[in-house]
């Protein structure tokens, strides 16, 4: 019991130090075994959570780069819905003015004066 409270105490004072005062430390060689043992479980420790930091830092880019992928995808069907239906009246506009440009030169060519006295 008595050794657990007192590396409590070590793991607090190497927190308020910090990794960079441990390493310095534990390398001038000062401490008792038990205290170097903590200090390299520490280090350890401190390795760990800068890996899982890291690890959690990609894993929110690799998201980030899914919705913008999705977000991209969104925009593109879009995109092609509205190309679509803008093809198809392009294509009702030329239907119009084919149609249009026949009866005008019908009209122009006298085919059409059989129907002058529909109109009147």
């Not at 170097?36 to 690799?62: F, G, I, K, P, T």
Request: charged share 30%.
């Amino acid at each position: 019991m008595f050794e657990r409270s007192l590396k409590q105490d070590f793991m607090e004072i190497f927190s308020s130090k910090g990794e960079a005062w441990v390493r310095a430390h534990l390398e001038e060689g000062g401490w008792t075994a038990p205290q170097a043992a903590w200090a390299r479980e520490y280090l350890h420790d401190c390795n760990l959570r800068r890996a899982e930091d890291v690890e959690e830092a990609r894993r929110r880019e690799a998201e980030k780069g899914l919705q913008i992928s999705a977000a991209s995808v969104a925009i593109a069907r879009a995109s092609a819905e509205a190309s679509r239906r803008s093809a198809k009246w392009a294509m009702v506009a030329a239907g119009v003015t084919a149609f249009g440009i026949v009866v005008s030169a019908a009209q122009s060519l006298g085919w059409l004066e059989w129907a002058k006295h529909i109109t009147k």
